[in-house]
């Protein structure tokens, strides 16, 4: 039976990244479709009504929304490398540390490097306390997922190559190897491993999308 | 060997009934440990230091957090009955995304709700209108998100609805008129032992929201 995968994405995305490391990781054959953000397609917006963005994983013709929903979506349907543990208490602290990284880190992160004047000093704080937590919990580990790359490790590719050239362009400095060096260490095995490696974008479009997307974020802010 | 189940939750709390049901659709015994959020236990700031929040599922000693993610854990652990999550991936991929969507907009909205007054408060009424209107629309004919079982997405909404009456009445407007066959999903889910034993009275916590409000200076 022919399978149809298909993924609606887009280059300059870590939500979209991070299933495309997935599906790679399973050897999963699938149809790419680059979205262009500003002008979202039909398609798209009938895929995902509900928040209208990418990604979205179409398979046979069902679609699936949300990064995180997505992700374990890929690892039940098709064997191979795991990216959940096996265990239920591990499965457990994987789901939650992917949870802090998308619902704390995130927007934090953003407001760390990108806003201006008291706000952003608040949010360096809370951003210094929540790479503390990230860098205590790669104690004793080379990945988050251990030996290799799991969930939390795909989950974190923000912080594993996106918010370096975010760091890059405002000057701000979130982390380095004194005040995190564990954090510090995982960021340049994240971004050597093989399967991250082929399929992050290229860094010159991350560069240029961003310092486009801050200079229209500086002037509202 | 016995199992040790805790629970560290907080009696009004939305999400916390949600480990409350999970818990009673799988008759499971445990200890129930009431906190009090405005004074922290030790044992809270210890098994929970990300967050600091309830609920927290403590399971021999191993703690849980994170509701969606504890009533997951419960499913997948006591797995010989009362299945929550449906087995089919792809539908268990749709019950995750529905769960993720209340928790992404309930709990923002029920909190503005007593905060605020005036055009913002009205605002607020109609977000949450509209977030309740969806979710009416996803689960449509059938008698519950589930299908015809209960499951994941009911328990991951059915805490809010003992929230319904001090949303209703400090934003004066009727959820039923808005959402009929939501609030009779809900009275359906309410007959259920497992949700009727864990939900908080509706006017209880209306009394404890005016209190908040009186003390906040934001009647």
Known sequence: ?221 | MADEVILLDAWNSAFGMRVRVALAEKGIKYEYKEQDLGNKSPLLLKMNPIHKKVPVLIHNGKPICESAIIVQYIDEVWNDKAPLLPSDPYEKAQARFWVDYIDKKMYDVGRRVWSSKGEELEAVKKEIIQHLKLLEGELGDKPYFGGETFGFVDIGLIGFYSWFYTYETLGNFSIEAECPKLIAWAKRCMEKESVSKSLADPHKVYEFIKGIKKMLGLE
């Open chain 1, 1 to 221: 039976m022919a399978e149809e995968v298909k993924l609606f994405g887009a280059l300059e995305s870590p939500f979209s990244c991070r299933v495309v490391i997935a599906l790679k990781m399973k050897g999963v054959q699938y149809e790419y479709i680059e979205e262009d953000l500003p002008h979202k397609s039909p398609l798209l917006l009938k895929y995902n009504p509900v928040h209208k963005k990418i990604p979205v994983l179409l398979h046979n013709g069902k679609p699936i929304c949300e990064s995180l929903v997505i992700l374990e979506y890929i690892d039940e349907t098709w064997k191979g490398t795991p990216i959940f543990p096996q265990d239920p208490s591990d499965r457990a602290t994987a789901r939650f540390w992917a949870q802090f990284l998308e619902q704390k880190c995130l927007p934090t992160l953003w407001k760390a490097c990108c806003w201006k004047g008291e706000g952003q000093e608040k949010a360096k704080e809370e951003a210094y306390e929540l790479m503390k937590m990230l860098d205590n919990e790669l104690e004793g580990k080379r990945f988050f997922g251990g030996d290799t790359i799991g969930l939390v490790d795909i989950v974190g590719n923000f912080i594993g190559f996106w918010y370096g050239i975010v760091q890059e362009i405002t000057g701000v400095e979130l982390w380095t190897k004194e005040k995190f060096p564990r954090l510090c260490e995982w960021i340049d095995e994240f971004v050597k491993c093989t399967i991250v490696k082929e399929n992050l974008p290229p860094r010159e479009k991350l560069l240029a999308y961003f310092r486009t997307r801050l200079r229209g974020a500086a002037a509202s802010k």
